[in-house]
């Protein structure tokens, strides 16, 4: 059974930071891509990064590039979200997803299995 567990969430000031991690358990993290993905309230969910976990590759949305970092541990089944420079604009429930294929990408409809969420609140 897959399941995708999502913490590291929590309240941050502009320009702080946070890191995510989605553990996931299930399948093998290394034959499956895992994306990030956000929805602030009032808003579409959006792609915020993905990883292709065979290889490395990655893909960031070009509102997070620069600021945001994407990387796995497949020993430990883990895939994290490190978020720097935060801004108020990036409040929002984050997910992680998995695509039950190797390469990653964006779209959300690529990604079957989700993950509950976990707050990011970046506020003064």
């Known amino acids: 059974q897959v399941q995708l567990v999502e913490s590291g969430g929590g309240s941050v000031q502009p320009g702080g930071s946070l890191k995510l991690s989605c553990a996931a358990s299930g399948f093998n993290l290394g034959d499956r891509a895992i994306g990030w993905f956000r929805q602030a309230p009032g808003k579409e969910r959006e792609g915020v990064s993905c990883i292709s976990t065979h290889n490395g590759k990655t893909v960031y949305a070009h509102f997070v590039k620069g600021r945001f970092t994407i990387s796995r541990d497949n020993a430990k089944n883990t895939v994290y979200l490190q978020m720097n420079d935060l801004k108020p604009e990036d409040t929002a429930v984050y997910y992680c997803?998995?695509?039950?294929?190797?390469?990653?990408?964006?779209?959300?409809?690529?990604?079957?299995?989700w993950g509950q969420g976990t707050q990011v609140t970046v506020s003064s």
């Open positions: 997803a998995q695509r039950p294929f190797f390469d990653c990408a964006l779209g959300e409809t690529l990604y079957h299995y």
